[in-house]
């Protein structure tokens, strides 16, 4: 190829050719890498976005997580009076004296699991109201905390974790009732002021992992706006493997006028559900009413040990 005059044109000129071809070649890779960077980022960002949408519209629309419009039928969680029972600091008018009238509080820890719904069949079997505190040990049964607030029960708080090390600190018990707290909250709509310390105020496994923590909590939580209740009658089933016959045993083996009897509906507690028909029909034949905890209701507290 010649030049305007005819001349061939030299080396140079042809060197300066091909590098402004490789450099076009480059501009143009660039040009492609970037627009495929940018489209990739976009599609991830869109499917994060539709899948945190989707997450919550099932959180609010469409999971039991909101009774008031799923579960409890409620237009607005505040028209049920049990939304009187939230955490409030303020209420400090507690009933400390013990009921005169014949009356067994029946209540349940470790909850939910399966067996919490058989135990809700067998209280509306019997017309008998009760109050669960729970946990989050299965969160696949979680909805069920809603299912037995629905059929007109209490909740209350017992802990997220049930690991003793809850007790190694006032910053790590709390950060452990919070918890379970919003779970709470998510069902029911508010995060109630109920509460059992694992163990009871009178525990003194607490003292492996902190002296004195029982005492520090029993004030606490009273400031905080919860009230915690022991029990002054169990049915033993807490403590390992025991059949109906023994768990009914025990829950009748009082003569209290007001009972706070203590079972468990955690997964494992089948003779539990077992025993309860006989200690509910033996309490109703001795004239005991049963009712769940409200504010008004007995007050029992353990001595502290630690």
């Known amino acids: 190829m010649a030049g305007k005059k005819g001349r061939p044109h030299s080396s140079e000129y042809w060197a300066r050719r091909v590098r402004k ?20 980022a976009g599609a991830v960002f869109v499917l994060f976005a539709i899948w945190g949408l989707s997450r919550f519209v ?10 008031s419009v799923v579960e409890l039928g409620l237009e607005d969680a505040e028209e049920d009076p049990r939304a009187s029972f939230a955490v409030d600091p303020s209420f400090q008018n507690w009933n400390y004296e013990k009921d005169t009238e014949k009356t067994v509080y029946l209540t349940f820890d470790d909850g939910p699991s ?3 719904l058989k135990i809700l069949d067998i209280l509306d079997r019997y017309g008998v109201k009760a109050t669960f505190f729970v946990t989050a040990q299965l969160p696949a049964c979680e909805s069920y905390i809603a299912e037995a607030y629905r059929r007109g029960h209490t909740i209350g708080l017992h802990t997220y974790s049930h690991n003793y090390g809850i007790y190694a600190s006032e910053e790590n018990y709390f950060e452990d009732l ?5 779970i709470v909250e998510r069902q029911i709509g508010y ?6 310390f694992p163990g009871g105020t009178s525990n003194e496994a607490s003292k492996e992992y ?42 009748l083996a ?30 109703q034949a001795r004239g005991y009413v049963f009712k769940a905890i409200d504010r008004s209701s007995m007050v029992l507290h353990h001595p502290i040990y630690n």
């Open 178 to 182: 919070e918890k379970i707290g919003m």
């Open 21 to 40: 071809r490789q450099e076009l070649r480059k501009r143009q890779l660039r040009r492609k890498i970037w627009r495929f960077f940018v489209m990739t």
């Open 191 to 196: 995060v109630p002021c109920f509460i059992r």
């Open 254 to 283: 009082t003569d209290e006028t007001a009972v706070m009897l203590l079972a468990h509906d955690g997964e494992k507690k089948e003779t539990t559900v077992e025993a309860l028909p006989a200690i509910i029909e033996e309490y």
């Open 114 to 116: 399966e067996n919490t």
């Open 58 to 67: 099932r959180e609010i629309a469409g999971n039991p997580a909101n009774p």
């Open 210 to 251: 902190c002296e004195g923590i029982m005492s520090v909590l029993s004030e606490k939580v009273l400031e905080r706006g919860y009230q915690y209740y022991d029990w002054n009658v169990t049915t033993g089933d807490g403590a390992g493997s025991i059949t109906a016959e023994e768990a009914a045993a025990n829950a």
